[in-house]
């Protein structure tokens, strides 16, 4: 159900882990492979800053995707993602395990997802939100829709609104401004 800016802003402030999908979120759903069984996938660079702004500000950040891949693996382990399921076929599952080891109520969720695979989190999350690109199906349960497409900068905007809602983003940008 589409929440009004304020709400989301309201809803922002509670939020202690973020939970992300990876093809068409943080990358635009591409999925290249090559005839040596490799897989390629391109993500946004700030998508990853944001990410890493949230880790250094205490928020918990997970991947919950439908495939495996060494390349989620490889990104996940730069950015500082301790949390990442991947050959996740029932999201829920994984949702209820990182929920209970955190000990951590649906309305401190917040998710980010792209399809109709999403929208057992979409639905679940206190804070949820659809990309640009989702189809209609997955916009319409969607606290809110993202101004960006998936894999082009989306996740960042969420990460801004959730840092910025919880009073941090003066801070995360003094330190920038201090180095």
């Known amino acids: 159900m589409k929440k009004t800016k304020r709400q989301i802003t309201e809803t922002a402030k509670n939020i202690k882990l973020l939970i992300l999908d990876v093809d068409g979120v943080l990358t635009d759903g591409s999925i290249i492979l090559d005839n040596k069984g490799n897989e390629f996938k391109a993500f946004h660079v700030r998508d990853g800053h944001g ?11 997970a991947i919950i995707t439908g495939r495996r891949s060494k390349v989620v693996e ?6 500082g993602i301790a949390e990442v399921y991947q050959k996740c076929y029932n999201k829920i599952e994984a949702y209820n395990r990182i929920k209970i080891k955190f000990a951590l109520r649906d309305n401190e969720i917040a998710c980010i997802g792209d399809d109709i695979v999403d ?11 659809a990309v640009a690109d989702s189809p209609e199906e997955v916009k319409s349960h969607a606290s809110s829709v993202t101004k960006n497409r ?16 919880k009073g941090l983003w003066n801070k995360v940008i003094d330190g920038y401004l201090k180095t």
């Open 119 to 129: 929208l057992p989190l979409i639905k679940r999350a206190g804070l949820s939100f």
């Open 51 to 61: 990410i890493k702004m949230l880790i250094r500000a205490g928020i918990h950040v």
């Open 150 to 165: 998936g894999g082009k900068a989306a996740a960042r905007e969420v990460t801004d609104i959730i840092l910025k809602a």
């Open 74 to 79: 490889r990104r996940a382990k730069e950015l």
